[in-house]
């Protein structure tokens, strides 16, 4: 038989090497967190380490830091660089770089194992290596006393580490490497025993080759499965043999999630649940180049996966998925999941975000995005440990038979029982925030909030049959109800009967205001019927009797309970109508906007009370406090709607009263109009008026901008001329009158194009008018009647007289101007018909061009004759002697000095 002493003894250091080890975190861009005795976790800010992505630390037993280190550096737990802790051979953009693994048995010596990676051609890859510090040199803070010891040339950026069994104490540490060169394709499992590291492997080779050598490797907390992420090259999963160190029984994990369906997601940060039979991964967008830096083009997911389901690939839920960078996820003490968060490869944010109850399928493992706010920036990686360190815990809590928890919240005055299994011959050892407790059974009645632990020992001599149950108890504050009594008035203003009440009326009395506080209302003190029907609830004045309140806390459910009285008034306020308005100008369609204010003003100066009025669009909602309106208030019917006043004496109903709101017309008139004065007719007078649209002018009143005040004014000046009209109820509107200048014409020129093709006249007219022209021949007959353009063409040789009109305002026709057209024949017939018998200059006469002179050649420029243009013209005979048919040639020298030549034809 062995001696169960000892056997306690055991057990009670590997309860310890189980705990606090991984207390203290530093991560990121010196951020930091620390998980403290009694379950809280608070902020660390005095690390020095800064690191991209790899990182790990470590602390004893009791949850005090020992050291830490990015891979390179090694900081002691007064946060000064170790005596040879420098250029060891991790790197901050190795995804993990570091794990710190204790020697078994043996508290000052301490393992750190280094991955690194490769950034670029001129930075050596330097492998897999360890380096050892000693805590019991430099008075206990530690020294690097060998660094750098090779164990693999090449190693991809991944390392974990599990217990390999409790007897021993023995840790395998793992990494994954090609099995020659190259590729990766093999697992190298490293023994740490009491006697110090291994260094021949156990080593395990698959025929699936991997390129891409970043992502996460972790083992279970139980140490039976091995999960790889490794970015571009796709996510597996392996069993383990702690027994043996063995990797075996490789199998893909599909990521069938992808943003917008096309944009691949690759994996990087993997943890297990605590009870091993969930696996999480964070997954992400793998931009462009050109976007490595744009927040905006990053996607990132929380993903789970059901190690239990035949079909891991197909059990996939998506967690979270937004707009993120990647980042590591690793379990901590308390059982929650941490996520670092990031917004780009060189940008990280101050946030870690958290799976609460990660032992739980989908949303109810409770995940929170951005939870946890850090004064510094977290970054891609989380440090790693020791997975055993986070064993499964048995749910000590047991509130429903599906879902785990760790955490339990209870209102103050509460007791709660935790419960352990029942083991016969087992000892029960509880503590609160790590200060043993008295109690020895398997249950605990807990009456105050604390770090709650449970450690159970079977006594068979099986250090692996040990059990641990944790609770982190939570007692919150039962808020403050209040007695009150809400006062409604009469629907019929009879006394007695049925009124309807709004109960929610009186809530912030009930709740003191508090914010984050709710009612419900009961009809019984034991408070088990509920009333529903709160915002009409029907209370009878006859038969009164109380309302019981239940104020709880929506976020802790915690509560305290009130007594609500009601009470029905009867007062009567007679109906009142505000100050009407008048229609808006521009849209006159009977809707304006009432400055309920100002109707409370009136209302209160009419009763002579100063009581608060609340306004609805109905009695129901007046009665049940319910749609209230708004200070301005635009009416839906047009020029009269009826709104109701609810008068409040401190949350008690006064009464309430009808408002009638109305709605005045404008004047019925045309805004605006114009017309014209002639100026050629001052100083006469021409009429103007206020243009009333079909009622008596004599119902209005007007005032015009001249100063005058009756319906129509006299005026012979143009401007702009303003009346305002007023009807009976006060009602006002503008009609402005422009009137705008006409006048007779002025010509100014009239230009002649003539002894061409198309002769030509053209008038230049000036005048405030609009204009038209006409031209009539010498004998006063219409040749071109008023017409819009001032030009005539075609014009016949010929004399005209030019006239212009104003058709604007008919202001008049100008005196008839006259003008001649000069032109010249192209043929004629002196054979005495009275038809053509003579040849003749046109348009020219005493008044216009007399001492024009004409002369006739014959084809051989032989002068036949000289004409003078006042008189009859050519009649084809030379001395008495008929020339013949022939064509013949002139120049005319005008008296405006022009000159033309041409020909013309004589024919008989």
């Known amino acids: 038989m062995k001696n169960p002493l000892i056997i306690l003894a055991f057990f009670s250091t590997i309860f310890c090497f189980a705990q606090k080890e991984a207390s203290n975190w530093y991560f990121g861009d010196n951020a930091g967190i620390s998980f403290n005795p009694d379950g809280t976790v608070t902020e660390l800010i005095n690390g020095k380490l800064s690191t991209i992505e790899g990182c790990t630390t470590i602390s004893d037993a009791n949850g005090e830091l020992l050291f830490y280190t990015d891979g390179v550096t090694v900081w ?9 802790g420098f250029g060891l051979f991790g790197d901050p953009s190795s995804t993990q770089s570091a794990i710190v693994v204790p020697k078994p048995k043996d508290p000052n010596i301490y393992y750190i194992f280094t991955v690194d990676t490769s950034t670029s051609n001129s930075d050596v890859n330097y492998g897999f290596n360890y380096s050892l510090v000693d805590l019991s040199l430099n008075g206990g803070l530690g020294n690097v006393t060998l660094k750098n010891d090779n164990l693999l040339e090449e190693s991809s950026e991944k390392v974990t580490a599990v217990l390999k069994d409790c007897l021993t104490q023995s840790i395998w540490v793992i990494t994954y490497a090609p099995l020659i060169t190259g590729q990766f394709n093999t697992f190298y499992a490293y023994e740490v025993s009491s006697t110090g590291l291994n260094t021949v492997p156990i080593i395990s080779t698959f025929s699936t080759f991997i390129d891409d050598a970043r992502g996460y490797l972790k083992l279970s907390p139980d140490g039976t ?121 060189r940008q990280g944010l101050p946030y870690l975000s958290v799976i609460n109850a990660p032992n739980n399928i989908g949303a109810a493992c409770n995940y929170t995005n951005n939870s946890f706010q850090l004064s510094n920036n977290s970054r891609q990686g989380l440090p790693p440990f020791i997975t055993s360190f986070f064993s499964e815990k048995i749910d000590i809590i047991r509130k429903t038979s599906t879902i785990e928890s760790t955490e339990l919240f209870l209102c103050d005055g509460d007791t709660y029982t935790l419960k352990s ?39 068979t001599g099986d250090c692996d049959s040990t059990f641990e149950g944790v ?115 521009d849209s006159e369609d009977g809707i304006n906007a009432f400055n309920l204010d100002t109707v409370t003003s009136e209302i209160q100066a009419t009763y002579n009370f100063l009581y608060a ?35 409040e004496n401190a949350n008690s109903c006064f009464g309430i009263l009808k408002v009638i709101l109305t709605v005045n017309k404008l004047p019925n008139i045309n805004p605006s109009s114009s017309t014209y004065y002639c100026l050629n007719k001052f100083p006469e007078t021409i009429n103007i008026n206020a243009d009333i649209i079909n009622s008596d002018p004599t119902n209005y009143t007007y005032y015009w901008s001249t100063g005058d005040s009756t319906y129509n004014i006299e005026i012979n000046q143009v401007g702009t001329y303003t009346v305002t009209v007023t009807n009976a109820n006060g009602c006002s509107k503008d009609k402005i009158i422009t009137v705008q200048a006409s006048n007779i014409a002025t010509i100014d020129d009239i230009v002649i194009k003539d002894a061409s093709q198309n002769n030509t006249v053209t008038v230049l007219a000036s005048g405030e008018g609009t204009y038209e022209y006409r031209l009539l021949d010498e004998n ?19 004399f005209y007289s030019v006239s212009v009109k104003d058709i604007k305002n008919n202001c008049g026709t100008t005196q008839p101007f006259k003008i001649s057209v000069i032109g010249f024949p192209k043929v004629f017939t002196p054979n005495g018909d009275g038809y053509n018998d003579t040849w003749q200059v046109y348009g020219v006469s005493s008044m216009f061009q007399p001492n024009t002179k004409v002369y006739i050649f014959d084809r051989y420029g032989k002068l036949i004759k000289e004409l003078t243009p006042l008189g009859e013209g050519w009649n084809g005979l030379l001395n008495g002697r008929q020339l013949p048919v022939d064509d013949y040639w002139f120049s005319v020298k005008l008296q405006d000095g022009r000159i033309y030549k041409n ?3 004589l024919k008989r």
């Open 76 to 84: 002691n737990k007064n946060h000064t660089m170790m005596p040879n």
């Open 421 to 459: 299994d029942v083991i016969p011959g087992a000892t029960y050892t509880w503590s609160r925030n790590d200060v043993p407790l008295s109690e020895t059974s398997p249950n605990l009645e807990v009456t105050e909030d604390g770090f709650y632990k449970v450690f159970i020992d079977p006594n």
């Open 780 to 798: 006063n007959s219409v040749y071109a009647d008023f017409q819009s353009s001032n030009i005539f063409e075609n014009v016949k040789p010929g």
């Open 225 to 345: 499965k091995l999960v790889s992420a490794n970015a571009s090259s796709g996510l597996y999963i392996y069993d383990f043999d702690k027994n043996t160190g063995m990797v075996s029984n490789e199998t893909p994990i599909a990521i069938n999630f992808s943003h917008n369906g096309f944009s691949r997601q690759i994996p990087y940060g993997v943890e297990f649940s605590q009870n091993n039979e969930l696996l999480y991964i964070t997954t992400y967008l793998e931009t462009d180049s050109d976007d490595q830096n744009n927040s905006s083009a990053q996607y990132g997911a929380l993903l789970q996966y059901n190690l239990t389901s035949p079909n891991i690939s197909a059990s996939e839920i998506v967690i979270d998925d937004r707009v993120t960078y990647r980042g590591g996820l690793q379990l901590g003490p308390n059982g929650k999941i941490y996520r670092a968060m990031n917004a780009t490869y």
């Open 903 to 905: 020909h013309f034809t």
């Open 613 to 647: 009025i609340t306004y609805y669009k109905t009695f129901d909602d007046a009665l049940f406090e319910q749609n209230s309106l708004n200070t301005t208030f635009t009416n839906t019917n047009p020029y009269s709607q009826t709104i109701y006043a609810r008068v």
């Open 471 to 585: 609770a982190f108890v939570t007692y919150n504050r039962n808020p403050v109800a209040y007695d009150y009594t809400l006062t409604q008035c009469d629907e019929d203003t009879v006394v007695g009967g049925f009124t309807r009440f709004n109960l929610n009326e009186a809530t912030s009395y009930l709740t003191g205001n508090v914010t984050g506080l709710l009612v419900k209302f009961y009809r019984d003190i034991a408070l088990t019927d509920e009333i529903t029907n709160i915002n009409s609830y029907s209370f009878n004045a006859d038969n009164p009797r109380p309302i019981y309140t239940k104020v709880f806390d929506e976020k802790t459910g915690c509560y305290d309970t009130s007594l609500l009285s009601l009470n029905v008034t009867t007062t009567q306020i007679a109906d009142f109508t505000p100050t009407p308005l008048c229609d808006e100008l």
